[in-house]
Nanobody, 132 residues
């Protein structure tokens, strides 16, 4: 089991940047594929980005590709999300999530890494507010 704690959220003007961090407990961080999701006001939680266990593969939602970058440091048990050129529509609670399912043969081909059910552990979230 892994526990996840997000940090780095806050209030920023449109066009600004933030870097979110997600600290994971335990010694097996590198065995989890990781993702970022967000939930805007009145919206369902949606996929933002995913990174493979070794960090050699990344995936993004179309709405953030080219502006956001997901990365991880397995030695520090930490996941990151660098967010640039922020827009008001990026406002929401950002969650990090860990998956033990990524070794399944169909995990990526079926797009499970972009879904809520493709993850097994979730953090409590950190608020990001982008003002116009």
């Amino acid at each position: 089991q892994v526990q996840l704690v997000e940090s780095g959220g806050g209030l920023v003007q449109a066009g600004g940047s933030l870097r979110l961090s997600c600290a994971a407990s335990g010694r097996t961080f590198g065995s989890y594929a990781m993702g970022w999701f967000r939930q805007g006001p009145g919206k369902e939680r949606e996929f933002v980005a995913h990174i493979t266990r070794g960090g050699d593969g990344t995936y993004y939602a179309d709405s953030v590709r080219g502006r956001f970058a997901i990365s991880r440091d397995n030695a520090k048990n930490t996941l990151y999300l660098q967010m640039n050129s922020l827009k008001p529509e990026d406002t929401g609670v950002y969650y990090c999530a860990a998956s033990i399912q990524s070794t399944l043969s169909f995990y990526y081909t079926r797009g499970n890494h972009r879904t809520n059910y493709g993850y097994d552990y979730w953090g409590q979230g950190t608020q990001v507010t982008v003002s116009s």
